[in-house]
């Protein structure tokens, strides 16, 4: 199934807001059927490249392509071999499941009936078939996480962006999904997502990107990360590359700000 051609390729990508230079120069080579963990410090650049890539922002320079395409040409089809599951996601709550997720399968190609279909399918492996028809104002944030995990899989899309896919998940759903990335990596499909939880992307990640002040500073397996910079846990790789050793410092100044009465 692997293919010499990247599924996404980037060259000296440069995004500025403003003054602030958010990235400062990204390359990245990503090939089928890799699982990519995309992790950063917050407002290091992670969303920002993931929405270029989806072609939600412009204004950047260097050259970005997706699925053999390149993003600002302006042709949209690529985006039909995509999924998506962004940070904060418009869920429309007085939808039920069954409106939602149809309404998305339609919007992918899909036609009604087999957009149902599917979805009822998908909802009753969470468990949820018996809320298919509920509004979604009803659903917690596990299940709400679920029924969008299904929305950006309807489509069989060979290209899978994920901002923190395992948000409000349970143990037992954990394992669920954990499975099923490295199964649809098995046949090929290439996932890019972004977490924050280190042991999360440590175990599901066969490639780990780390992100810091618009750079990427590290780039390789959990084991080659860890025989570079001779630490442990990915917690503390991340730690040592950001140059952060603070913690304590800052919690202690915080308790006693919080004390202060
Ligand atoms: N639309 C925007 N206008 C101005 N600045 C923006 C905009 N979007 C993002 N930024 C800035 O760009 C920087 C990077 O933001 P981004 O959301 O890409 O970070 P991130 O790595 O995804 O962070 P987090 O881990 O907190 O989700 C931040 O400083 C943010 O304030």
């Excluded at 950063?40 to 412009?58: F, R, Y």
């Excluded at 039920?96 to 036609?111: K, P, Q, S």
Aim: net charge negative; no cysteine.
């Amino acid at each position: 199934m692997e293919t010499n051609h990247p599924v996404i390729s980037i060259r000296d990508l440069m995004m500025r807001y403003d003054t602030d230079l958010i990235l400062r120069g990204i390359d990245l080579d990503v090939y089928q059927g890799q699982i990519i963990g995309y992790i950063g410090p917050n407002g290091a650049g992670k969303s920002t490249t993931v929405k270029i890539m989806l072609g939600l922002v412009q204004g950047f320079t260097g050259s970005v392509s997706v699925l053999g395409q390149d993003v600002s040409n302006g042709d949209i089809k690529y985006k039909r071999r995509i999924g998506y599951v962004p940070e904060v996601a418009e869920l429309y709550d007085n939808l039920t499941a069954h409106e939602y997720l149809t309404f998305v399968g339609e919007l992918y190609g899909l036609d009604r009936d087999q957009a149902d279909r599917k979805a009822k399918k998908l909802m009753k492996q969470f468990s949820l078939e018996d809320v298919y028809y509920s509004r979604i104002s009803s659903f917690s944030k596990g299940m709400r996480q679920k029924v969008l995990l299904i929305s950006s899989l309807l489509h069989n899309p060979d290209l899978l962006f994920l901002d923190e896919p395992l948000s409000g998940l349970d143990a037992n759903s954990v394992m669920v999904v954990k499975e099923i990335l490295a199964q649809l990596a098995e046949q090929g499909k290439t996932i890019f997502y972004s977490s924050h939880i280190m042991d999360v992307v440590e175990k599901i990640s066969n490639r780990i990107i780390l992100l810091a002040e618009g750079k990427i500073v590290a780039d390789g397996s959990f084991d080659q990360l860890k025989e570079k910079n001779k630490e442990g846990s990915l917690e503390e790789i991340f730690n040592q590359l950001t140059g952060f050793n603070e913690h304590r410092q800052i919690a202690e100044d915080f308790v006693s700000i919080v004390q202060e009465v």
